[in-house]
Every structure is written in C-alpha cells, then in structure tokens.
C-alpha cells in the first residue's frame, strides 16, 4: 500500500504564497496519479489538482493560473505550489494515490493523506 503525510500548510494573508508537500511512501509511486483536494467547513470534500504518472495535470476552475501541481519520482513526493492565495482557499488539503482515470473525483483514489490546514484571512 502507499502512505501519504502532506506539509506545508499554515496561517497567511491574502495575496501570499504557499508550497505544500505530500511525501510517500510504498511501492510504485511512479504508476500511480496524484491529486489534491480540500474541504472547507460545512462543504464537500473537493478536486483541486492533479497529476497523473505520465506528467498530464488538470485543475479546478477556482484555482487555474494560481495554482501548480508536480512531483518528484526520485524523493517520492507530491507538491502545490499556490500562488495568489485568497480567504475561499482556506481549507484542509489532502493529497491522495490512485488509479482511476476520473482524476476529480474522489472515487478515483485509493490512498489519502490525513491532511494540512491552510487558512488565509482577509
């Protein structure tokens, strides 16, 4: 199985910038897509980003042209660089491992992180 501890998360203002890290462990990362998403209280559990093994990424809508999404084979790690940061991102971010070929979707992935609180005031 795979193991998923995310980093990076933190308390800053709107217009900063954060880096987040999702560091795995387990056998063939490099066969498996990753995705980010976040939940903010009282919401769903929602896509944010995501790259599959071969490089191809996809984002949401909310978060297209601030956010990036790559990966790092050799250390077995997942990064979101998050740029332009605004009050609506503030949320707890998971990353996640899979196969499924529906990247949004949550159904799509076998392994979770247990997540990084990123809150950003006005």
């Known amino acids: 199985q795979v193991q998923l501890v995310e980093s990076g998360g933190g308390l800053v203002q709107a217009g900063d910038s954060l880096r987040l890290s999702c560091a795995a462990s387990?056998?063939?990362?490099?066969?498996?897509?990753m995705g980010w998403f976040r939940q903010a209280p009282g919401k769903e559990r929602e896509f944010v980003a995501a790259?599959?093994?071969?490089?191809?990424?996809s984002y949401a809508d909310s978060v297209k042209g601030r956010f990036s999404v790559s990966r790092d084979y050799a250390k077995n790690t997942l990064y979101l660089q998050m740029n332009s940061l605004k009050p609506e991102d503030t949320a707890v971010y998971y990353c996640?491992?899979?196969?499924?070929?529906?990247?949004?979707?949550?159904?799509?992935?076998?392994?979770w992180g247990q997540g990084t609180q990123v809150t950003v005031s006005s």
């Open positions: 996640a491992a899979g196969v499924g070929h529906n990247w949004y979707s949550v159904g799509a992935y076998d392994y």
């Open positions: 387990g056998r063939t990362f490099s066969r498996y897509n």
């Open positions: 790259i599959s093994w071969s490089g191809s990424t």
